[in-house]
C-alpha cells in the first residue's frame, strides 16, 4: 500500500470512527459562579504559545500528510477556515514532499490561501535537520510540529521497531532551528516524565494528544490480521495528560491540550486545567467532510463562541485567568491522577 493511500485509509477510518462519544473531558466540571463580574464584550481569546502569538487558541491540528489531491483539497479548505477565524493551523506530516517534491503543492496551498496565519510544519522525529529547515521553508512555517506515533508505528506492520535517539534528534533541532518546535503525541498522550525530559532542550511547546478522541492503534488494528488490541487502550486520556504535562513544563513549556477535543466546552476544559491553547484534528477533519470550507469555519466559529460564553460564564475575560477557574474533577481521570500522586 502507498503512503498517500495509507493516509487516505487513515482519513477514512478517522471519519467513520467519528461520533459523539464520552472522553475524559467529561470528567471535568466548573465550579458555577453566579457573580462572574464581567460582560461578552470583554472577553480576549488571544494567547501566546512558546514565542508565538495566537489571537484564538484553537489550532486545527495536523492531519494532512500522504500527498494526493484530495490532501491538496483538504488543506486549502481547511487553510481557508483557519484564515477567516483566526485558528492557527498544521499541515500533516511533510515526509510525501521529501519523497516526491511534486508533492510540495499540496503542502504550500495552505500559505498560498492563508498568507498572514499562523502555520506549523509536521514532521516525525526521524527527521533530520536538514528536513526540518526544509519543512519550514516550503510553506514559511511560524513553527514546527515534530509527532511522536510510536504506537502507531508498532502496531503497522511496516511500521518502525526502532526508536533510538529521538530525544537527541529533537534537542538539536530545537536548539538550532529558526523557528519554534513543538512536540506533539497523536493520542497516546504526553506524560509527566516525557515533557520534564523535553523540557531539558530548548522544545518551546508540547501539545498532548491524549486519547478519547481518533485512535490510531484502532485505526491500524483494522489493517492486521492478527491485531494487537491491547493498545487500543493504551496511554494517557486527554485530561490527565493535560494535568500532568502542565506540571512538567512549569510555565517554562507552554502546553496544547488536544485528543477528543469535541467543542468550546473542551477547549475551556483544557485551558482551565492548565493548558494555553487546544488543538483539534478529527472533529475539524468531519466538519470538513460534511461542509466543506465553510463546514470548517462554522465548527471553529461555533467552538470560538461556546468558548467565549464559558469564559464569561466563570468571569474569566482572558485565557490566563480561564487558568484560575474553580474545577471538580471525578471519574477516572480524578483516579489517574491521585494513582500519580497529581494534586
Ligand atoms: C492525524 N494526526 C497527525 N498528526 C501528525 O502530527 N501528523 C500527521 O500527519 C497526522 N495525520 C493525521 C491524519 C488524520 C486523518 C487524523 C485524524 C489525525 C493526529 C492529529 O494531529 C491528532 O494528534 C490526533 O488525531 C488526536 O486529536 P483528535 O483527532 O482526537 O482531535
Known amino acids: 500500500m502507498s503512503r498517500a493511500e495509507r493516509k487516505k485509509d487513515h482519513i477514512n477510518y478517522a471519519l467513520s470512527a467519528e461520533t459523539e462519544k464520552k472522553n475524559s473531558f467529561d470528567d471535568v466540571r466548573f465550579v458555577h459562579n453566579s457573580l462572574p463580574g464581567t460582560s461578552v464584550s470583554q472577553i480576549d481569546q488571544s494567547v501566546s504559545i512558546g514565542e508565538l502569538y495566537l489571537s484564538s487558541p484553537i489550532i486545527i491540528n495536523a492531519m494532512t500528510g500522504g500527498g494526493g489531491k484530495e490532501t491538496e483539497r483538504m488543506n486549502e479548505c481547511l487553510a481557508a477556515a483557519a484564515r477567516d477565524t483566526g485558528a492557527a493551523m498544521a499541515v500533516g506530516s511533510q515526509m510525501a514532499a521529501f519523497k516526491d517534491p511534486a508533492e510540495e503543492r499540496t503542502y504550500n496551498i495552505v500559505r498560498k490561501v492563508n498568507k498572514d496565519g499562523v502555520i506549523f510544519a509536521n514532521l516525525g522525529s526521524e527527521l533530520t535537520l536538514e528536513q526540518a529547515k526544509q519543512a519550514v521553508d516550503m510553506i514559511d512555517a511560524n513553527a514546527l510540529q515534530i509527532h511522536l506515533n510510536v504506537i502507531q508505528e508498532l502496531v503497522m506492520p511496516e511500521g518502525d521497531r526502532d526508536f533510538k535517539g529521538a530525544l537527541e534528534t529533537i534537542s538539536e533541532i530545537a536548539a538550532s532551528l529558526h523557528v519554534p518546535v513543538i512536540i506533539k503525541e497523536v493520542g497516546f498522550g504526553l506524560s509527566y516524565e516525557t515533557v520534564a525530559q523535553l523540557k531539558q532542550t530548548d522544545v518551546q511547546v508540547v501539545d498532548t494528544g491524549g486519547n ?126 491521585e494513582e500519580r500522586g497529581f494534586p
Open 212 to 337: 478519547g478522541g481518533t485512535n490510531f492503534a484502532a485505526i491500524e488494528n483494522k489493517r492486521r490480521d492478527e491485531p494487537f488490541d491491547f493498545f487500543n487502550k493504551w496511554g494517557l486520556a486527554a485530561v490527565p495528560s493535560i494535568v500532568e504535562s502542565v506540571h512538567a513544563a512549569s510555565r517554562s513549556i507552554s502546553v496544547i491540550g488536544s485528543g477528543g477535543v469535541r467543542n468550546g466546552y473542551d477547549i475551556a476544559k483544557a485551558i482551565a486545567l492548565g493548558a494555553d491553547a487546544a488543538g483539534i484534528a478529527g472533529k475539524v477533519l468531519a466538519a470538513a467532510d460534511q461542509g466543506g470550507k465553510e463546514g470548517a469555519k462554522r465548527f471553529i466559529t461555533k467552538c470560538q463562541e461556546e468558548l467565549k460564553m464559558v469564559m464569561t460564564a466563570v468571569g474569566a475575560e482572558r485565557i490566563m485567568d480561564l487558568k484560575y477557574a474553580p474545577l471538580v474533577l471525578t471519574g477516572e481521570s480524578k483516579h489517574w491522577l
